[in-house]
């Protein structure tokens, strides 16, 4: 009975986004903001403030030290400048790096006692935070078999995890799925075992920050021989206004257990630029294997290029035992500077990396994404696939490094990298890096750059869609290879935005 | 149904005039054929009415059931009745066929404010149609036209027509590329669809397909206007004699 439930929530939510895309013209869906009392700590980052966000989580002494020992570094560190973007300076020093609503002061012991203006924000965005249904009363709703489309979900809304959702239905199945924050205090051996082990405090610029001043973010654990009993999702929400948000994900997947996780973003519409500096940290032990999909959509400015995120983002996966497995999936559709590389370290024997990707860019948005395999363990595989769509006058750039190792005997590489192209001022870059270092493996690339054809548009009018619509359906069939790699939910949310991204593309 | 008067029409990029004064009037229900020799402008009045670009119209005007065709935007004049089966039907990789037909289905019904289709209708519907045209369930999953063979395109154009239910269907050259099986089936489709509500404009080279598709009224294009419209017996004569006796008539 609960799992029906559940599918009208789902049906509901689809249907929401099915009636933003028809009602918006042009427009950030997302675009609002919710009124709610923030506290901030003051503007600008120094070891204070890093000390004062450490203390407000109430994180202990080793926590705090690490921290602080990551900020001396980057104080030391310049920004980086290869990647093809052009944005103004950042003032590193003109962003709160901690707010929070000031209703989560006392952390709320179940999703009861936090402020329904938070929940009535997550509910507006489409996430079910179904564990309501739970605290509500609905009968055996605990004991649902795990089957269906059941997603637990962690909220982060600025600074800090507002609730997650089926924790004790998880903590059955001997599943860790909690804040960031959290984990630091309830399971520390395992936070200072894995935290920082793939993505080195000193790894770069926008790491290094992230590794002083993350507030929060998801933390993961599955243990051995387990299949996560459903998907786990995290939604992250930028709120307040000249707020950097920097949150830290740690995902454990031990030896032969499988999780697939979830992410989505979405943030107001302001004439600022927004600051987004995140770290992903995925573990990965012997045959255990994990999906991690994202559909970004922080707000991508106007069409004047105002405003919008600059997301700087390091996502990084460690295949560290035989046979692990690694599928990163993304939909870039927002921010209006997008730094991303979701990686691979495939150091395990027979272990396999893939990373599908959409990167859509309209207005004046730019994108610098790709990925990194780097091959180090005998017989390991990877396969790329790069879609990017470029309209307006954006800026949509392929970077990618397919590394094998010496010892990466009889390893296997294959990218496929295409670029669409709307318009006329638009551009669409691919830059491959590709070093071999054995003779016994094999890299292959392929790369194609497209517009979209006037007698595909043509066709499509003749039978009846609007421009939008045509190139909304046009550009979907272009990407599908990446859709299909999507989970279901978010493959029908994915295709959506693609439509509402291109809004204004044409004509 | 259809009425064009004294359509004149040039290359938007040269200076290049297409169609030099075309009157034509399909009334509901029945079928006209245009034949003429290649360059006259048939392909060129099948665009223009459906609005594709790169034409300019320097004089004259062409109405569907009274509303004047030339103003609207392509999908406008779709959801108003107006079908064009494409010479060379366009591949969209990745967008299977009936996604695809079902976005044109509900973008016609939601510009004229009707219901959308839900999915289960859609597909009884679709199912129904393509077993008429041999169309199997493995072609309809398959992208749009991608890998399709000469006359798996051309059904699908059909089937298409058969979906959308326009008023006015115009025919291009539907017969090219297809061997005399796949015209027979294509033409059985098209006769099905034939009634008295609905007409249609097929341009062809050859009598052959007008074996198949009877028309009621047959018109010879030459040098972008009608030269000459008769019955069905003059589809025949150009048959027999091609072009060249027609048009020595009509310059003496």
Not at chain 1, 5 to 22: F, I, P, R, Y
Not at chain 1, 24 to 47: C, D
Not at chain 1, 248 to 258: E, F, M, N, V
Request: charged share 25%; with cysteine; glycine share 8%.
């Amino acid at each position: 009975m609960a799992g029906l439930d559940e599918l009208n929530v789902k049906e509901g939510v689809e249907e929401e986004t099915v009636e933003a895309v028809k009602s918006l013209a042009g427009t950030y869906k997302y675009g609002w903001e919710t009124e709610i009392e923030m506290e901030y700590a003051p503007k600008g980052v120094n070891p204070d403030i890093v000390r004062l966000i450490s203390e407000k989580n109430d994180e202990p002494e080793w926590m705090t030290e690490w921290r602080l020992e990551a900020f001396a570094r980057w104080e030391k560190l310049d920004e980086p400048s290869w990647a093809l973007l052009n944005y103004p300076e950042i003032d590193f020093q003109d962003q709160y790096y901690y707010a929070r609503p000031k209703s989560m002061e006392e952390k709320p012991k179940s999703l009861d006692e936090v402020d329904p203006k938070l929940l009535a924000t997550y509910e507006k965005l489409g996430i079910p935070l179904k564990e309501q249904m739970i605290l509500a009363g609905v009968e055996g709703a605990e004991d649902m078999p795990a089957e269906g489309r059941k997603v637990a979900v962690d909220a982060v809304f600025d600074s800090v995890s507002v609730g997650t959702t089926f924790q004790s239905e998880l903590k059955k199945a001997g599943v860790i799925f909690c804040s960031i924050s959290e984990a630091i205090k309830e399971h520390p051996e395992l936070v200072k075992k894995y935290l920082g082990s793939v993505v080195p405090v000193s790894d770069n610029y926008y790491a290094t920050l992230n590794s002083a001043v993350f507030s929060d973010g998801s933390f993961v654990y599955i243990p051995p021989n387990t299949r996560c009993p459903m998907e786990l999702s995290t939604y992250f929400r930028i709120n307040a206004e000249n707020t950097g948000q920097f949150e830290r994900t740690l995902i454990i997947a031990d030896k032969g257990s499988y999780v697939s996780y979830l992410e989505g973003c979405t943030a107001p519409q302001r004439d600022t630029a927004q600051l987004h500096a995140a770290v992903v940290e995925i573990i990965v032990e012997e045959d255990a294997e994990v999906k991690y999909s994202t559909v970004q959509n922080w707000f991508p400015g106007d069409e004047n290029g105002k405003g919008g995120i600059y997301n700087f983002v390091t996502k990084r996966a460690d295949c560290r035992g035989d046979r692990s497995k690694v599928m990163w999936t993304q939909v870039e559709t927002g921010s209006a500077v997008t730094w991303k590389y979701p990686s691979c370290i495939l150091r395990g024997a027979e272990s396999q990396g893939e990373f599908y990707s959409i990167a859509i860019t309209n207005n004046y948005q730019q994108a610098d994404t790709g990925t990194k395999m780097v091959h180090l363990g005998r017989d390991t595989k990877s396969r790329i696939v790069s879609k990017g769509i470029s309209a307006g006058k954006a800026q949509n750039t392929y970077r990618g490094l397919v590394s094998m190792h010496p010892k990466a005997k009889n390893s296997r590489n294959y990218t496929q990298c295409d670029s669409l192209l709307i318009g006329d001022k638009c551009g669409a870059h691919t830059v491959p890096y590709i070093e071999v270092k054995n003779n016994s493996s094999r890299v292959e690339h392929e790369a194609t750059t497209s517009k979209v054809d006037e007698e595909q548009m043509f066709y499509c009018r003749q039978r009846g869609m609007d421009e939008e619509e045509a190139v909304a359906l046009i550009v979907n069939g272009f990407a599908k290879e990446v859709l299909q790699a999507l989970p279901m939910e978010f493959a029908m949310e994915a295709q959506q935005l693609v439509a509402i991204s291109l809004e204004g593309s044409v004509g | 149904m259809l009425k064009i008067n004294n359509l004149h029409v040039k290359l938007e990029e040269e200076d290049k005039q297409i169609l030099k004064g075309v009157d034509l009037e399909v009334p509901a229900g029945k079928v006209h054929a245009i034949m003429g020799p290649n360059g006259s402008g048939k392909s060129t009045l099948s665009y223009v009415l459906s609005g594709r670009d790169g034409y300019e119209v320097t004089e004259g005007d062409a109405t569907l059931d009274g509303e004047e065709l030339l103003d609207m935007e392509p999908e406008e004049r779709a959801a108003a009745g107006l079908f064009l089966a494409f010479q060379y039907p366009v591949e969209i990789p990745g967008v299977g066929n009936m996604t695809f037909l079902r976005t044109a289905v509900n973008a016609q019904r939601k510009a004229r404010g009707e219901e959308e289709m839900s999915a289960a209708d859609f597909l009884k519907f679709i199912r129904a149609k393509a077993k008429d045209l041999k169309i199997d369930a493995d072609m309809l999953k398959r992208p749009v036209n991608v890998g399709f063979s000469g006359g798996e395109k051309k059904r699908n154009e059909i089937l298409q027509m058969a979906m959308l239910e326009p008023k006015m269907c115009i025919l291009d050259e539907t017969d090219s590329g297809l061997d005399v099986d796949a015209m027979k089936l294509v033409s059985e489709g098209v006769n099905a669809l034939r009634d008295e509500g609905r007409s249609f404009l097929v341009i062809t080279h050859y009598q052959r397909l007008l074996d198949h598709i009877k028309p009621d009224v047959v018109h010879i294009m030459a040098a972008g206007r009608i030269v000459k419209s008769g019955g069905p017996e003059l589809a025949l004569e150009v048959e027999h004699n091609g072009y060249a006796d027609i048009l020595a008539e009509i310059d003496a």
